[in-house]
């Protein structure tokens, strides 16, 4: 923090794009994105299969280069770092968690949790010590000695937990961290991160469930490369600029307003006027339409086909129809 009292992120993204190239084309993951995180925050980046969530945490996380764009881990551009120094980078300023675990099958969730500090060139006799506190801290410390296919899955993310913050990183980067567990385990996973979150500790976690995201204080929304939401969770997420359309007419002259914007009743993204289906989780959003309607209802303005004698939507008598 500043002289001033301005919060400075701790990790900051600039205009990053990522061009992968396949035989002959060309494939834009990231089309310009910037993003910030600030020392404390917990933040969730969601987006679907293929939007560039994953590709943005590999980036910021230093395990792989942008095409172009900067990455800037506590005010240090790290661009310009050779690999050597990009390694020494990730060791004393992140802390991974995977979605798969990760963790060496034949050593003990002590021998995994030390990794770290071996690469950071910590003396055995210390690093087992913080290898032990920091498994103590994810309630392991009954299982020190167990390798992982003697521990269940939400016991083994909690090894990855202990891995992630036994060298006191700057900030935790989790890629899908509830995502290969059970309900009662991912929320235990949830719960020590809030726990760490509570204590200080800077938090971003790729999900593609909203249900997860809604549990950060910030959410990032990434489709086909590119930001296209950010919001604090609890407050209203911003809605884009629709285009204006006419009032439309029904019976009697009366005008009703046309709904310009199509809302995601699963996650809550503003979609085009005419998307049937979501352009962030791909539920739908509206019924197919129907063919050829043409036939105002007077009482709620439903159009229906122009056989149609009584309104499909509530029923009642449509204006010079008559059955039979």
């Known amino acids: 923090m500043s002289e001033e009292g301005q919060v400075h ?39 679907t299969s293929g939007s560039g969530k994953s590709t943005l945490l590999q980036i910021i996380g230093l395990l792989d280069r942008p095409s172009s764009g900067g990455v800037f881990i506590d005010g240090q551009e790290v661009g310009r770092m050779a690999d050597g120094e990009l390694a020494r980078m990730r060791n004393r300023k992140l802390g991974f968690i995977f979605q798969s675990f990760n963790l060496m099958p034949h050593e003990t969730a002590l021998d995994n949790v030390e990794v770290p500090l071996q690469y950071a060139g910590l003396k055995s006799k210390e690093g ?18 167990h390798r ?77 490369g590119l930001v296209v939401e950010e919001r604090r969770v609890g407050s209203p997420g911003p809605v884009p600029p629709q285009p204006v359309q006419p009032p439309r007419v ?23 006027p005419a998307a049937r289906f979501c352009r962030i989780c791909g539920a739908q959003i509206i019924a197919p339409a129907a063919p050829a309607l043409a036939n105002s209802c007077g009482s709620c303005g439903t159009e229906n086909r122009p056989t149609a004698a009584f309104c499909r939507i509530c029923g009642a008598r449509i204006a010079g129809r008559t059955t039979g």
């Open 128 to 145: 087992r010590k913080m290898a032990a506190e920091a498994l103590a801290a994810v309630g392991l410390g009954d299982r020190m000695d």
């Open 9 to 47: 992120p701790v990790l900051m993204a600039r205009d990053l794009r990522k061009v992968y190239q396949l035989g002959d084309s060309e494939v834009h993951a990231l089309k310009g994105v910037s993003v910030a995180i600030n020392q404390g925050e917990m933040v969730a980046i969601i987006g």
């Open 250 to 272: 029904v019976a009697g002259g009366a005008a009703l307003p046309v709904d310009t914007t199509r809302t995601c009743p699963g996650c809550g993204t503003v979609n085009r």
């Open 148 to 224: 992982p296919n003697e521990l269940s899955g939400g016991q083994r993310q909690r090894v990855a937990i202990a891995r992630a913050i036994v060298n006191q990183p700057l900030v935790i980067l989790a890629d899908e961290p509830t995502g290969a567990l059970d309900v009662s385990s991912g929320r235990d996973v949830l719960n020590i991160l809030h726990e760490f979150n509570r204590q200080g500790r800077t938090i971003v976690m790729v999900t593609h469930d909203p249900s997860i995201a809604e549990q950060a204080q910030r959410i990032i929304r990434i489709s086909d």
